[in-house]
């Protein structure tokens, strides 16, 4: 059931993207929490499910870069995961609520589906001591953190809230901490192989599939109103929104990480863990809530924006920039300064507006036409040259002695691999 190495690298299956559908109805349900409770409480609570949904895809994504698709088991298992990602999307609307619980087993179970299974398979496959004691360390750390959010779901109210921090504040920190479990050890960072071309390909699709449903929410904002002369004007500026969204990614980013990652060797298991399955977040929240702003516009196109309104609209394309720039750091070990620049440009001209009554759909234009003006000036000067990741100013990895979500010794390779 694991992947053959010596086959090359492989593609993205159609049931990975298959099985990435279901979080488009995940980020619409975001979104709509945000945009229906723009206040400081409904923005932690969106973020905290937002972080809480990317570590099941991110280690669901890690998993299925190890475990074949193409083989029977496998294909249900993502099937399973797909129906409990379905279930978390029905829950987001009252997910700190009555549907606390649907919520909590859903995520649950997605992860101890998951990760028992590859127990399981280990055994059956007689695969060696040390890789079931790995996968053994993975599945123990799953029951835990399990048992914090049914417990917080269940007791309900403060306590939820505590339980519930707790729990992913572990999950989050559990690569760099080996997975610890007494008795059995933790992981150590050691090298190993991923399939690079497929890692990283399964983060950009992802960007097009969160970037597909802000022009979703863009068609469907517009249909449900009269269409004025203005509310076209802000469709159209939306849809450029999203474009040059994707132009700043596609254009040279996505192609250059896929390289740098697969020449990156040694250092493929760092990067693919910091550069990716940490950082990537900070795209997917910056297109989250420049959707969020295009709908804010597109329903009052000439009317000024309040003061949260104005801070989604400036709020997503700095944070998209600035994913591009930490993303750039840890790839390449330096910062994209364009889009550092970029990010500061944007925030002035939200401190402008918030001075002014500028109808939010020239605050936006504005904003796009910043967006427009880089990609402009890095489609004409052509990509810049990439220094290559070992000479990334952060220490290397294995010197570091800092785990990666699915690194340890050598037989603790393939665990990881396995459980994520």
Request: net charge negative; glycine share 8%.
């Amino acid at each position: 059931m694991l992947k053959d190495r010596t086959k090359g690298e492989q593609r993205v299956t159609f049931l990975e993207l298959f099985f990435d559908l279901a979080f488009v109805l995940v980020i619409t349900q975001l979104s709509q929490l945000l945009l229906n409770n723009l206040t400081p409480r409904g923005a932690a609570e969106a973020l905290f499910l937002l972080v809480a949904i990317w570590v099941a895809w991110v280690y669901t994504t890690w998993w299925t870069n190890s475990f074949d698709p193409n083989v029977v088991p496998v294909r249900l298992v993502l099937l399973v995961m797909m129906l409990a990602g379905m279930m978390m999307a029905l829950a987001i609307p009252q997910a700190w609520g009555d549907r606390a619980l649907l919520f909590a087993l859903a995520y649950v179970g997605l992860h101890l589906v998951r990760n028992g299974f590859s127990v399981v398979a280990a055994r059956r496959i007689g695969a060696d001591h040390n890789l079931q004691i790995g996968l053994l360390r993975l599945l123990t750390w799953s029951v835990v953190t399990g048992a914090l959010w049914i417990a917080g779901a269940v007791a309900g109210g403060r306590t939820l809230v505590v339980l519930w921090i707790v729990a992913l504040s572990l999950e989050v920190a559990s690569a760099y901490v080996g997975y610890w479990v007494p008795g059995l050890g933790r992981q150590q960072m050691s090298d190993r192989e991923i399939d690079p071309g497929h890692f990283a390909e399964r983060f950009q699709l992802f960007i097009i599939i969160v970037l597909g449903e802000s022009i979703v929410i863009t068609g469907a904002t517009a249909a449900a109103l009269e269409l004025t002369t203005a509310r076209m004007a802000a469709v159209v500026v939306s849809v450029a929104m999203a474009s040059v969204l994707w132009w700043l990614y596609f254009n040279t980013v996505a192609a250059r990480s896929s390289q740098d990652l697969g020449a990156a060797s040694d250092e493929q298991a760092r990067l693919a863990r910091d550069a990716y399955s940490y950082t990537h977040i900070l795209l997917v929240l910056g297109i989250m809530l420049v959707a969020i702003g295009n709908e804010l516009v597109i329903a009052h196109p000439l009317e000024e924006l309040d003061r949260a309104g104005l801070i989604v609209v400036v709020a997503g394309p700095v944070l998209y920039l600035l994913g591009h720039a930490a993303f750039a750091r840890i790839m390449i070990g330096r910062f994209r300064y364009s889009r550092l620049i970029g990010a500061a440009l944007i925030v002035g001209v939200g401190f402008a507006a918030s001075g002014t009554v500028v109808p939010g759909l020239w605050t936006q234009i504005i904003i796009l036409a910043i967006l427009v003006g880089f990609a402009v000036q890095e489609t004409v000067a052509g990509p810049p040259e990439a220094a290559s990741p070992q000479q990334s100013l952060n220490p290397p990895a294995a010197s570091t002695g800092g785990p990666t979500p699915d690194s340890s010794t050598a037989s603790d390779d393939q665990t990881a691999e396995a459980s994520h």
